[in-house]
Each structure stands twice: as structure tokens, then as C-alpha cells.
């Protein structure tokens, strides 16, 4: 009886789970392949017509492709970034890790605080526009590698602890001068958490909304998820059409999360816990 | 050969200066450093001293205090700072009930729990602004889903988002759907980590799943309670995108909060005002922190 | 050429000084062990010699020059670690001519080298291979080849064959001892068993506490060590030690009193012992022979027959336990009383500092 019944409330669980988290992307989905008077409508319906290319195809065109642009842009920030990110933050994990000193504390303090202090807006434009890299790509490029620094060097210094020093004193002893030990032997032991460094941090990057919107205006330096805020007021009617957009917007993320669920999960617990 | 040996009896003075360099060189440290300290200690520092000024950018007036005075008399900001920390409170405290009761039913013994973990944790990954568009749809007070799903159970749903005292409550449930498997994953994992001895002596002595629930559960997962209550916090007091996204601080001031006055005032042109408001959040975060500095300090000191 | 010479050497980590001054001459082409107890700063005095840690006081030289600044690639070693330390990311080849890379070593000479290393420790057949794919014995392998294509002076070795399983450690010793025939290299090997020590090495370096105890052939350590802890870490089983009191001193000769050690006398030309000083006897397993009148008397705890030889546990008068090792299998029950015998160039005698009162073998030599 007792097993009867707390099946019973597992499978109401697991049921409300599943509801609660799959039926928003359901709608997403559905109302993305309506037409634009069905998709007014906002309900959970099934559509009669499917203008899915239609929708894909005015989406992307919009405002002359702005949507190409913002993807271009993305990528070149998200690579640009993710590529300073994995060599900045293991050197510093790796000195960190394995060097005793007065700045150890220091380091760890700063590490903390970057990763929970949100960066004063203002004076970060007034500086970004000091220095010409206000509206820049490469400016956003170093903005999100000076706000994600401290998540990477988190991941980095835990793994780092694993590897046996005596394997940096094999090299030394074979003639390896700390640029050698570094990138010849470390770098390429720590594979698996850059792999991890990598993708976490691309989802972070390609997503984050909130730095391109006070660093990056102006519409050839468009962002993926800028494209949404825009299309927000141009597409208040068409709602097939923006949530088309959210969905285009949607699948990167998703297709690296098939591939790499484990390392994204492990390394956000990994970054979370240790930090 | 080595070197040595062709230039052995080439020098015997002895070589007293420092010379050895360590193999691990503390500048290493230094590219970061500078893109850490120019790009966000620089900043961070020179707010204190512009949310004194009123300011244009191009110049500014040391106003003394007036900025924050003026933040705790306007109404609508006082109102920004009373929901952050509402927002925060309540997502934290959702995030930590939801994340630990869905650990809890992922590591029971149940089929497709690896499906279901990736169910609950991708929404983690999408977006803010495209889970914040959707589910403004979803929460329209007529249209919407949401109301239309509570109307066949006989409920009339309210205006989720149209309301003034509902406003922001809608969005932290949105933040707590949104964010709600990272505190899950989280959890797992510090479930995972206490040993399955613990559990079979406890159904030896003959306690119920509520009983190992409360006695072991509970009290081995308190890191990783710990550890969703201080990430979960400090993210609901930093939140953006989702206000923006849905309500854009409306109705009125109705759900604004520090994120979103802060980006208001910027754009009205209030620099100095806006960065009083980034400093007012720093302060809010740092009443957070600065125990949590301790409290990790003091456990590496215990290991 | 490549003699090392430690003066002086000084090592503190913080306030806590862990070698005390160590001086030590090395002579070309010699296998030297340092020897001691776990955390007697063996490994930290061979890490010295190898650059890894700074050497707070004292001067090392390697040939002539002076090392104490000089960079580990500059030195001529090369080191063997006790993990191995092989690049988990590179093939058996590519760990062995990683340093000869870094050197830039043209291409051709560098796969003779390697190919020439492979040969001599036959691994010729592992060399595509990856480390996680090597057993254990093969890895110890591959982490010498890496040290031989360096052509050092000097090889240092940190205890290279805890790792193995037991058989294999005797084999891989068999084959350390050929190679230092065959390169005719200096090589230094730290070590906490002193079974490997007394086989392997030319001069035995006695470690404890950041102090050397004493330097020497293996079997001078053996037959005449200098002091209470080299006789009691060198050689297995461990010496039999007990407290004495000295009794009537007449010539070169005292007596020796201790309950179960009866008319126990020693001779010994100069030695300053008088009546009544506390001293302490020792006497190893071996040199024990079963006999009916001996001086040294017990009673039985426990009998080991190995077939070859037989272990007695035997408890003397004032109840401490003392080991006897006789040849064959030895006619004697648990529990029966039990006397031995012991030549007097066997005898050695501790005073109150632990050191040897006798610093060479006595001459004198009968039955007592
Ligand atoms: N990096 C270090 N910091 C402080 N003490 C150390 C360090 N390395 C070794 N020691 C201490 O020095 C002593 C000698 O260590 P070691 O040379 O490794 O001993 P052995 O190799 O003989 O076992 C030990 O007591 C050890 O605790
Ligand atoms: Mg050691």
C-alpha cells in the first residue's frame, strides 16, 4: 500500500516535472512555426499551416540580415574571449596553484570578488570610451574576459592540483624553461577542463545580454540576444516571428549542451562549489 | 653532452647573485591582471568617487552625498532597493525548496533519471531574454497559457505581470524556473557525495525515507545547501535580464530593481545617480559576501 | 671529471631546519645510496643536487663548478622520480626525447639517441606506445631511458622501485647494477630500504635527521657501524640491542653484566670504558650459534623454520626480546630455554652517546 502510494507520488513528480519544464519550450516552438494571426492567439495549439521557412526566412532578413551580423558578432566574440580565457585563466590557475607567496591571499580575494561583484556600469564606459574601445568588438571581447576571468581560474587552479608536480620537475630537469613547462606539459594535461572552460563559458558568453547592451550599441555591433531586445518592439504583433527569433537563438546553446552535457554540468557545479 | 662539460674549467668564481628563476614566474599572472585590474578594479574603484559627482561623461561635480540621498527619498528607487532584495529572498529561498526536492526525486531510483536531469537543468543555458519573452507570453493575463490552463481548473489567474503586487513575484518564479537545475545539479552533487553506508545503516535501524531524509540528507548536503543559498542570493540581487525582458521595471516602478534603475538612470543621463545605485548594489552584495569570505576561509583552514 | 662535492650543505624550510650540514665527497663513476628513514631528508638532499629546491647554506659543486645558482638543465643530471613522472600526453618516444628537443637536437640525432637508450633497456617494441598503456616495471623503464639520452654525469635516482611489486624490485635492481657497469656513470640513489642499499651501491650515505651517521662500503656499515642507529637500520633481521652495565675492567678486557648475559666479556685495546658505565650490547641475529654453555641465554617465544635457515624469538633474563638466525632446521621446541654463543669480533658495544667503542675489528677472537 505504502509503495503504491509513493509511486504514486513519484510519478506525479516526475509528471509535473516534465510538464512544468518541456511545455514552455513546446510553446516556444509552436508558436515560432504559426502564422502570424494563429500566433496572436498565444495558446497551446497545434498549427493548421507551417510557414516554417517563411518565418526562418523573414527573421534572418530583417533589417538587412541583421540577424547574420548579430550571429557573426557573437561568434567572434565568444571565440575571441573563450581563446584569452582558456590561456589567461590557466596561467594564473598554474602559478596560483603551485607557487607559495604573499600574493596568494590577494589572488584569492580577487578571484572572489569577480566572481560575485557586479561591475560598475558607468565608469566602465567612461573608461572603455578613455581608451577607444567603447562599441567595440575586441573591447567586449576583453570586457568578457576580465568579467569571466575568475570562473576559469576557479576550474583551473582545482584541476591543476591534480597533476603530480614531479611531472613539472621532469621537465625541468629535461631542460624545459617555464614557458616550455607550461606549454608543453601543463596546457596539454588539462584538456579535459578546458574542454569544460570552453563550452561553459561559450554558453555564458554567446548568451549574456546585459554587457553588449551597455558596451556594445550600434547596429553593425549587433549581439545574438540584442537581436531579441530589438525585434521586441519591431515584431509586438508577430509573435511566430520573435519567438522564431528565440528559438534560432536558442539552438546553439542546445546543440552544445547535447554534445557536452557532462562537462557543462560538472563544470558549473565545480565552479559553483569551489567558489 | 651538457653544457658543462665543454666550459667546466672555463669559470670557477663563484656565482653568489640570485640567479635561478623559478619555473613558476609570477608574471604569468600579469596579462590577466591587466585586463582584470584596467577593465574591472579600475572601474569598480572609481564609482565610489562618481557616485559623488554629478556627471556627464565629460565632466563632473563633486555633489557629496546628494546621489544617495536622493536614492532613499525618490519612492521608485527606494522601491528598486526593496525589490532586489525581495526578488533575491525569494528566488534563494524557492531555488533551495525546488532544487533540493528535485535532487532528491533525480538520485531516487527512477527511469530516464539522466534525461530527466537534462530536462530540468537546460533552461540554465537559454537565453534570459528569450525565456523572459516567452513566458511573458505565457503569463498574459487573458491569452496567456498559464491563466487559460487555471481557468479549466476553475481559477481565475490574475494579472501576472499587470499587476503592481504581483509584478515581481511573477518574475522571480520565472529566475526560479530559469535557475532552478543549476541549484538541482548542485545539490545532486552533494547528495552523491555522502556514502550509501550511511543510508543502509539508517533502513537497518529501521527509518523511513522521510526519517533518512531529515537525518542524513539534510545535514550531509549543507555545503551544497550552503553553497545554492550564497549563489542563488547574490545572482537574484544582480538580475537583469529578466525584468528587463518582461516588465521593463513596470508597471510604473512597480518590479523594478537595482539592475534596472541603474540601467534607467544611465540612460536618462544620470550618471552619477546610476553609478550611486551600482554602488548601493555593490554594498547589498558585499553584506553577502564578506561572510561568505570567512565562512570558506575558515573551512580550507579546518582541512 | 664529474666528482661532486657537498660542503656545508644547509636546508630550512621556514624556521625548521631539515639538513644540518652535510659534507660529502663523490667520486667519479661511483653508485652512492643515501640511506635512511622515512623523512630523514633524503629525497630533499638528492633535490638539491638537482636544482629542484635552493639550497639555503653550503656549496655544491659538480666537477669544478660551483652549482648552487645553476639551473637543473645546466648541471648535467638527470633524475628518476618514484611516480615516474612520465608525460601522461606524449609516446614512450617522445617522453625519452623530449629533453633532447628541447636541447633542439637535430632530428636524426635525436632518434639514434632514442633508439640507442631503447636498446640498451630493451623497449625497443614500446616506443608507439603511450605511458597509460605500460605496466609497471616498463614505465620505470622508459623514466631511465629518459635520463639516459641526456648523457649526464650524474644520475639521480628518488627511490625508483617502490613502485613495483617485490620480484620485479629485484629484477629492476639486477638491472640498475648492469647499467652503472655499462655507462660507467656517477649515479646517486635514494632509498629508505637498506636491503637495496647494501646491494646496489659502492658507498653507502647514512641518513637520519638531516645528519649523515656514517659513509662507507656497504659491508664496513655492516660489520662495523658507527653508531646505535646505523646498527640498527643496517641489516636484516635488525641488530639485537640491550643495556649492559660494564663490570671489572682488567687489561683490554670488561666484563659485561646483564641479566641472561652471563660472563659476557669483550676486549678491546684503548677503550675507556670503567666499571659501572652503562653501555649497550650488540649482537646481530647471525652471530649467534646455538651451544649448550654459551653466555647468552633465554627462553623460547617462537620458532620460524624457513627450511634454510631457522628464526628463534627468544626472551633473555630481564625479558627483552632478542632474534637468533641458526643455519638448518634447528632442533628447538617453543618455550625451552635456550643458549647461544657469539664470537668476540661479533660483540659490539655502544656507550652512553651511541656511538662504537670500537672503531675496528678486535683481533681477538675465541670461543667464550
Ligand atoms: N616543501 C616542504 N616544506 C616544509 N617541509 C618539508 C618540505 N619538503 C619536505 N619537508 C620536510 O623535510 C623533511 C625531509 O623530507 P624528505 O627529504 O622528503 O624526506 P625523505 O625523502 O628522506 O623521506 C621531512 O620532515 C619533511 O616533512
Ligand atoms: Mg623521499
Keep these: 500500500m505504502i509503495a503504491l502510494r509513493r509511486y504514486g507520488l513519484t510519478v506525479i513528480a516526475v509528471f509535473s516535472t516534465v510538464i512544468i519544464f518541456i511545455v514552455p519550450f513546446l510553446f516556444i516552438v509552436l508558436t515560432a512555426i504559426k502564422d502570424r494571426t494563429e500566433a496572436a492567439r498565444l495558446d497551446f495549439s497545434w498549427p493548421t499551416n507551417f510557414p516554417v521557412w517563411e518565418n526562418f526566412w523573414t527573421v534572418i532578413s530583417t533589417r538587412n540580415f541583421m540577424l547574420v551580423t548579430a550571429y557573426i558578432n557573437s561568434t567572434l566574440i565568444t571565440v575571441g574571449a573563450v581563446t584569452l580565457l582558456v590561456i589567461l585563466a590557466a596561467m594564473v590557475g598554474y602559478v596560483r596553484q603551485r607557487r607559495k607567496g604573499w600574493w596568494n591571499g590577494l589572488v584569492d580575494f580577487l578571484v572572489l570578488a569577480g566572481l560575485m561583484m557586479p561591475p560598475a556600469v558607468v565608469p566602465t564606459i567612461w573608461l572603455l570610451q578613455e581608451i577607444g574601445l567603447f562599441a567595440t568588438l575586441h573591447g567586449m571581447v576583453f570586457i568578457q574576459v576580465a568579467y569571466n576571468l575568475s570562473f576559469c581560474i576557479i576550474l583551473y587552479r582545482a584541476f591543476i592540483a591534480t597533476i603530480p608536480r614531479e611531472l613539472d620537475e621532469a621537465a625541468i630537469i629535461d631542460g624545459a624553461r617555464p614557458l616550455d613547462v607550461f606549454f608543453r606539459v601543463i596546457l596539454p594535461l588539462l584538456k579535459p577542463v578546458t574542454v569544460t572552460v570552453i563550452v561553459v563559458q561559450s554558453v555564458t558568453i554567446f548568451n549574456d545580454f546585459v554587457n553588449p547592451l551597455y558596451y556594445l550599441p550600434g547596429n553593425q555591433n549587433v549581439t545574438v540576444q540584442l537581436t531579441l531586445y530589438n525585434f521586441q518592439s519591431q515584431f509586438s504583433t508577430a509573435y511566430n516571428l520573435l519567438f522564431m527569433n528565440i528559438l534560432l537563438v536558442t539552438i546553439p546553446p542546445l546543440i552544445v549542451f547535447l554534445f557536452y552535457n557532462r562537462q557543462i554540468v560538472a563544470g558549473m557545479t565545480a565552479g559553483a562549489v569551489k567558489g | 653532452m651538457m653544457a658543462m662539460s665543454s666550459s667546466a674549467t672555463a669559470s670557477n668564481a663563484p656565482l653568489t647573485k640570485r640567479q635561478r628563476t623559478s619555473p613558476y614566474p609570477t608574471w604569468f599572472f600579469l596579462p590577466a591582471a591587466i585586463i582584470y585590474g584596467v577593465l574591472f578594479l579600475f572601474p569598480t574603484f572609481s564609482s565610489i568617487y562618481f557616485s559623488l559627482t554629478r556627471w556627464t561623461l565629460f565632466d563632473s561635480t563633486f555633489i557629496g552625498l546628494d546621489n544617495f540621498a536622493q536614492f532613499f527619498r525618490e519612492p521608485f528607487l527606494i522601491q528598486g532597493v526593496i525589490n532586489t532584495i525581495i526578488f533575491a529572498l525569494v528566488t534563494c529561498t524557492l531555488k533551495v525548496v525546488f532544487g533540493l526536492g528535485l535532487a532528491v526525486l533525480l538520485t531516487s531510483d527512477i527511469r530516464m533519471r539522466a534525461l530527466l536531469r537534462s530536462i530540468v537543468f537546460f533552461p540554465v543555458l537559454v537565453s534570459a531574454v528569450g525565456v523572459g519573452i516567452a513566458f511573458t507570453a505565457m503569463m498574459h493575463p487573458t491569452r496567456g497559457i498559464i491563466n487559460i490552463a487555471l481557468d479549466l481548473v476553475g481559477i481565475s489567474g490574475p494579472g501576472w505581470l499587470t499587476n503592481p503586487a504581483l509584478a515581481i513575484y511573477s518574475v522571480a518564479l520565472v529566475e526560479v524556473w530559469r535557475g532552478v537545475g543549476l541549484a538541482t545539479v548542485i545539490f545532486i552533487a552533494g547528495i552523491m557525495s555522502i556514502p550509501q553506508d550511511y543510508y543502509e545503516a539508517a533502513r537497518i535501524d529501521g527509518a523511513s525515507a522521510w526519517e533518512r531524509f531529515c537525518y542524513i540528507t539534510l545535514p550531509l548536503s549543507r555545503p551544497a545547501t550552503v553553497t545554492v543559498i550564497i549563489l542563488s542570493f547574490i545572482h537574484g540581487l544582480r538580475n537583469f535580464e529578466l525584468v528587463w525582458a518582461m516588465t521593463r521595471g513596470g508597471p510604473g516602478f512597480a518590479s523594478d530593481v537595482l539592475a534596472s534603475v541603474i540601467y534607467k538612470q544611465y540612460q536618462a543621463g544620470f550618471y552619477g545617480l546610476s553609478t550611486a545605485g551600482n554602488v548601493v548594489l555593490f554594498v547589498l552584495i558585499a553584506l553577502m559576501a564578506i561572510p561568505l569570505y570567512i565562512y570558506l576561509n575558515r573551512r580550507e583552514g579546518h582541512q | ?368
Design chain 3, 1 to 368: 671529471m664529474a666528482d661532486l662535492a657537498l660542503k656545508s650543505i644547509h636546508k630550512s624550510y621556514g624556521s625548521v631546519e631539515v639538513i644540518k650540514g652535510i659534507d660529502l665527497d663523490i667520486g667519479h663513476g661511483e653508485f652512492v645510496v643515501f640511506v635512511g628513514p622515512s623523512g630523514c631528508g633524503k629525497s630533499t638532499l638528492l633535490r638539491m643536487i638537482a636544482g629542484l629546491e635552493e639550497i639555503t647554506s653550503g656549496e655544491l659543486y659538480i666537477g669544478e663548478k660551483l652549482c648552487n645558482n645553476m639551473e637543473p638543465r645546466d648541471r648535467g643530471i638527470a633524475m628518476v622520480f618514484q611516480s615516474y613522472a612520465l608525460y601522461p600526453h606524449m609516446s614512450v618516444y617522445d617522453n625519452v626525447g623530449f629533453g633532447l628537443k628541447l636541447a633542439k637536437a637535430p632530428k636524426e640525432e635525436r632518434d639514434r639517441k632514442i633508439r640507442e637508450a631503447a636498446r640498451i633497456l630493451q623497449m625497443e617494441h614500446l616506443l608507439e606506445r603511450r605511458p597509460s598503456q605500460l605496466s609497471g616495471g616498463q614505465r620505470q623503464r622508459v623514466a631511465i631511458g629518459r635520463a639516459i639520452v641526456r648523457e649526464p654525469e650524474v644520475f639521480l635516482f628518488d627511490e625508483p622501485l617502490s613502485n613495483l611489486d617485490a620480484a620485479l624490485r629485484v629484477d629492476m635492481r639486477m638491472e640498475l647494477s648492469k647499467l652503472h657497469q655499462q655507462l660507467g656513470a656517477t649515479m646517486i640513489y635514494v632509498t629508505h630500504d637498506q636491503v637495496e642499499a647494501m646491494t646496489l651501491a659502492d658507498k653507502i650515505v647514512v641518513l637520519n635527521n638531516g645528519e649523515v651517521q656514517q659513509t662507507g662500503a656497504p659491508i664496513d656499515l655492516y660489520k662495523n657501524p658507527a653508531n646505535l642507529f646505523v646498527a640498527g637500520f643496517i641489516g636484516s633481521p635488525k641488530m639485537n640491542l640491550s643495556p649492559v652495565i660494564a663490570g671489572e675492567v682488567s687489561g683490554s678486557r670488561i666484563a659485561l653484566g646483564g641479566e641472561g648475559l652471563e660472563q659476557l666479556s669483550y676486549a678491546f685495546d684503548g677503550h675507556r670504558q670503567k666499571p659501572g658505565d652503562r653501555l649497550t650490547l650488540g649482537i646481530r641475529p647471525h652471530a649467534l650459534k646455538i651451544s649448550e654453555t654459551g653466555p647468552v641465554k633465554g627462553k623460547v617465544d617462537l620458532v620460524e623454520r624457513l627450511g634454510n635457515e631457522t628464526i628463534i624469538n627468544f626472551r633473555l633474563g630481564n625479558g627483552e626480546q632478542w632474534l637468533a638466525v641458526v643455519d638448518g632446521d634447528a632442533p628447538i621446541g617453543r618455550g625451552g630455554a635456550v643458549a647461544f654463543s657469539v664470537a668476540e669480533s661479533d660483540i659490539m658495544l655502544f656507550d652512553e652517546n651511541g656511538e662504537n667503542v670500537r672503531c675496528l675489528v678486535s683481533a681477538v677472537d675465541g670461543e667464550i
